[in-house]
């Protein structure tokens, strides 16, 4: 009997570890707290993982900076994902996809993975997105850079703010993958009215004391 209570105990554990992961992979839609707008620094991008999927931002000439990963919506903790049973974009949902995402093949994968949890219809997602990105005032010198830089975390999350009246610290986080700019994830309202704060994106952050951030190409 003993043994048969530790395996129960053991399960039991386990069934606990595991649910808030599955809270995180499937939700219902219009069920969230806030939004996070994630830019791609889409050198940085390039350099990580773009160049060997052939993406048009990568072209030499392309003169990508700051470009829009996604409009994802957020619980305070963790996040829905995969909210939606099959419902595709529509040809005239991806055309207002264009021009808002760098490319169509992602509007579609963010759609499938986030959009479907934000309650509203494509096109009315990808309008959001747009909308979002409109708010957000990307710091002219990154649009300056001439060859690479190394720049700290909290240099770029401080010309953002300096950028974005009502913008804090506690409302972005900057994130890094071996030692280059990733991307910048700034916190808005569930309704896209405002910045709001984000504990745990900021947890996230990148923890490198300098970063390398390419210059466009």
């Not at 000439?61 to 994802?72: C, K, Q």
């Not at 994902?81 to 055309?95: L, T, V």
């Not at 759609?111 to 708010?135: E, I, M, V």
Request: with cysteine.
């Amino acid at each position: 009997m003993r043994i048969t209570a530790s395996v129960a105990r053991i399960v039991a554990a386990l069934m606990l570890l595991c649910a808030p992961a599955l809270a995180q992979r499937r939700g219902s839609p219009g069920d969230f707290d806030f939004y996070v707008l994630a830019l791609s620094w889409s050198p940085g991008f390039c350099d990580l993982e773009g160049d060997r999927k052939g993406r048009g931002q990568c072209d030499s000439g392309s003169g990508a900076g700051f470009v829009l990963h996604g409009l994802w919506p957020q619980y305070e903790r963790g996040y829905p994902s995969d909210c939606g049973f099959g419902q595709q974009p529509s040809r005239i949902a991806m055309e207002a996809a264009r021009g808002v995402y760098p490319d169509l093949g992602l509007a579609r994968y963010e759609w499938r993975k986030h959009g479907t949890c934000s309650g509203l219809s494509p096109q009315g997602y990808f309008n959001a997105a747009r909308d979002a990105l409109r708010q957000v005032q990307i710091p002219s010198g990154f649009s300056r850079l001439r060859g690479e830089q190394r720049m700290t975390p909290m240099a770029i999350e401080r010309a953002f703010v300096a950028a974005n009246p009502g913008l804090r610290a506690d409302m972005i986080g900057v994130s890094c993958q071996r030692g280059v700019l990733q991307e910048v994830r700034i916190c808005l309202d569930r309704n896209l009215k405002g910045f709001r704060m984000c504990p745990e994106v900021g947890r996230r952050d990148c923890r490198a004391p300098e970063i390398s951030v390419p210059a466009p190409r």
